[in-house]
């Protein structure tokens, strides 16, 4: 059947909730459970209705759309919240092109064979306690511990930023109860890289998508006076950090090229340009599309880090604050996403994704797929955020036949 999108109505509401949570510095900021969010989710909710499709939201604050239908569930989707002054595309391609995908195949009657259900997942982003809140929520893949008694990236403990709105930990532990059996999910996004530009191609079929362990870590040594401990005898907990750095990126390099580690975060104590450091705080993370990668970069950087402390007489601490596996996309997804291409006339090539989505972690309950657009000049995460329309027209349309295969 040729049926396609609406490229000016989808633009307009893009552009509608692209105003909300607008910043002073020209970006949106629109962290889950913020002012803006809320008004967002407002905005949502009130399109999917005016759709015709059935609203509903769960525990953790998932915004859903819904063509119900006898059997399981196809699910299209992604979120509306941002990172602090991000761009207005991010998550947002995703939850408007599948809301556009769904009002199209109300507007021509296409009988289903499945229900369909539009997706917002709550923070993304994780501005709150860790990643994917929302879809780890509807996987029941929370920590309970982290959901009562976490800190937000904000500094403010998730508690307080609750009771400022109408969600509890209770309703967000319990979401996983309203989750319908699912037979596929996809999600439409932008690239947030630039290789789909540089190849001049307009969709991305996403293969794989990378998993990522960050950890909270820590060398301990012994502080003291700048000018009067000599060398030898510092137990200097920079140098430690530092060593480690350069030989983990590396041992990265060159054993596992492709894969990522990154220190991203440092804080020396006492922190005083005359004292030795006693105590380097740092967060490190590594990701990599290959499982066995992981596992070989988990057990070898930290065996490092252990041996560099006891070279240097220090102690090594370190806690897991997050970890994702690898996700490698189902072929059927793949080769569907593919022969839609085609039938559209649009070239495709296969990307894998650096970046963490809601897909992968959906993939714990089904086969789960991605559709990239490129992003121009590689950028996201910032306000010169941009897309094409005429790329994200050809991503909504290819979402709409993905989706039209999956439950008609
Ligand atoms: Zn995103």
């Not at 006076?225 to 000599?230: F, M």
């Not at 996309?329 to 006339?345: D, F, H, M």
Request: hydrophobic share 40%; with cysteine; proline share 4%.
């Amino acid at each position: 059947m040729d049926i396609r999108i609406d490229i000016d109505r989808l633009k307009r509401d893009l552009e509608e909730l692209g105003r909300i949570g607008r910043d002073e510095y020209g970006g949106v900021s629109r962290p889950s459970f913020s002012p803006a969010d809320l008004e967002a989710r407002a905005w949502l909710r009130q399109k999917i209705e005016e759709a015709g499709l059935c609203y509903r939201q769960d525990g953790a604050g998932n915004q859903f759309g819904r063509i119900e239908c006898a059997g399981k569930t196809v699910m299209a989707g992604s979120h509306i919240d941002t990172v602090p002054n991000g761009g207005m595309f991010d998550g947002a391609v995703g939850v408007v092109a599948a809301l556009e995908a769904a009002r199209r195949m109300l507007e021509e009657k296409i009988p289903l064979k499945k229900a369909l259900e539009v997706a917002s997942f709550t923070d993304e982003e994780g501005n709150l306690v860790g990643d994917f809140l929302g879809s780890r929520a509807f996987m029941g893949l929370l920590d309970e511990n982290e959901v009562r008694n976490g800190w937000t990236s904000f500094g403010m403990p998730f508690r307080d930023v609750l009771k400022r709105t109408a969600f509890t930990a209770d309703g967000i532990l319990g979401a996983r109860k309203d989750r319908p059996a699912l037979e596929a999910y996809l999600e439409l996004h932008i690239e947030q890289g630039p290789v789909l530009e540089e190849e001049g191609i307009p969709i991305g079929v996403v293969e794989r998508i990378a998993g990522k362990h960050y950890r909270q870590c820590a060398f301990v040594g012994e502080s003291g006076h700048a000018g009067t401990t000599p060398l030898e005898l510092r137990h200097d907990a920079f140098l430690g950090l530092a060593d480690l750095a350069l030989r983990a990126t590396q041992f990265v390099a060159t054993k596992h090229y492709g894969s990522m580690l990154t220190v991203g975060k440092v804080a020396l104590h006492p922190g005083s340009f005359s004292v030795i450091p006693g105590r380097a705080d740092f967060t490190l993370e590594f990701r990599s599309v290959s499982p066995e990668a992981m596992a070989a970069i988990e057990t070898d950087v930290f065996a490092l880090a252990e041996d560099i402390a006891a070279t240097r007489g220090l102690k090594f601490v370190s806690k897991v604050v997050d970890k994702t596996a690898p996700v490698t996309v189902a072929p059927r997804l793949t080769s569907l996403i593919e022969e839609e291409c085609r039938s559209l006339g649009y070239a495709s090539l296969r990307v894998t994704s650096g970046a963490g989505h809601d897909a992968q972690i959906l993939a714990g309950a089904c086969d789960s797929g991605m559709i990239f657009i490129p992003s121009p000049d590689g950028v996201s995460h910032t306000p010169g955020e941009r897309v094409d329309w005429g790329d994200l027209e050809k991503g909504a349309n290819v979402l709409l036949r993905a989706l039209l295969r999956l439950a008609a």
